[in-house]
T-cell receptor
Framework: EAGVAQSPRYKIIEKRQSVAFWCNPI?????LYWYQQILGQGPKLLIQ????????DSQLPKDRFSAERLKGVDSTLKIQPAKLEDSAVYLC??????????FGPGTRLTVL | QKEVEQNSGPLSVPEGAIASLNCTYS??????FFWYRQYSGKSPELIMS????GDKEDGRFTAQLNKASQYVSLLIRDSQPSDSATYLC??????????????FGKGTKLSVKP
């Protein structure tokens, strides 16, 4: 069974630029999550989708972050404009049963 | 504000010893708890979940949950150098339809010395 796929794996941008990350969950997993992991900390949930509907986006900085999951499969997370403090690893996870989440390899973002 | 507290370590144990990792949490209502392992530069990998008070064993790993004391632990028996990683404790901070909002601690770095 293929795992969660993410791209790109690394991205370096200047502050105020925009960036987008892509995630393809494990086949059949209805729930998809985006987490932000800053160095030395645990992951923090940004947004949770159930199929193509948003379940929880309470910690998503909506003035600069957006996410969508069209057709209930792939998802994209966008940051526009990026700030220095957005430097982190962005992790996508998916689950069949909401309690057991499987993470993709992550995208390491560096904002200069 | 739900919080999960872990000692950041590093915790150093000799090969073959038992490693004991501990975690406390603030929300008395939490029902589901998880341990993830994260190697340096890699993503978290689920190794144990526990939902009821008591012990749950899986191979060399034992998770222990005490809801009255709001305490979760992970024991790793016969520790191997390959167990060297950061161990993240997490709880499900959501209720009803928003289950799945995992709240993570900062992790404990474990080093197993040959």
């Amino acid at each position: 069974e293929a795992g969660v796929a993410q791209s790109p794996r690394y991205k370096i941008i200047e502050k105020r630029q925009s960036v987008a990350f892509w995630c393809n969950p494990i086949s059949g997993h209805a729930t998809l999550y985006w987490y932000q992991q800053i160095l030395g900390q645990g992951p923090k949930l940004l947004i949770q989708f159930q199929n193509n509907g948003v379940v929880d986006d309470s910690q998503l900085p909506k003035d600069r972050f957006s996410a969508e999951r069209l057709k209930g499969v792939d998802s994209t997370l966008k940051i526009q404009p990026a700030k220095l403090e957005d430097s982190a690893v962005y992790l996508c996870a998916s689950s069949l049963v909401s309690n057991e989440q499987f993470f993709g390899p992550g995208t390491r973002l560096t904002v200069l | 504000q739900k919080e999960v507290e872990q000692n950041s370590g590093p915790l150093s144990v000799p090969e073959g010893a038992i490693a004991s990792l501990n975690c406390t949490y603030s929300d008395r209502v939490s029902q589901s708890f998880f341990w993830y392992r994260q190697y340096s530069g890699k993503s978290p990998e689920l190794i144990m979940s526990i939902y009821s008070n008591g012990d749950k064993e899986d191979g060399r790993f034992t998770a222990q949950l005490n809801k009255a004391s709001q305490y979760v632990s992970l024991l790793i028996r016969d520790s191997q150098p390959s167990d060297s990683a950061t161990y993240l404790c997490a709880l499900d901070g959501g209720y009803g339809g928003s289950q799945g909002n995992l709240i993570f601690g900062k992790g404990t770095k474990l080093s197993v010395k040959p």
